[in-house]
């Protein structure tokens, strides 16, 4: 998640994959949390 608190790519859609993987990160560890 790092690479999303200071903006390395300078491409917009490359942020945006990465902001897309860290969020379904976060979606996983909860699902899992849960069963």
Request: hydrophobic share 55%.
């Amino acid at each position: 998640f790092r690479r999303l608190v200071v903006r390395y790519e300078r491409r917009a859609d490359i942020h945006l994959a990465f902001a897309t993987l860290a969020a379904a990160l976060v979606c996983l560890s909860q699902i899992k949390r849960f069963c």
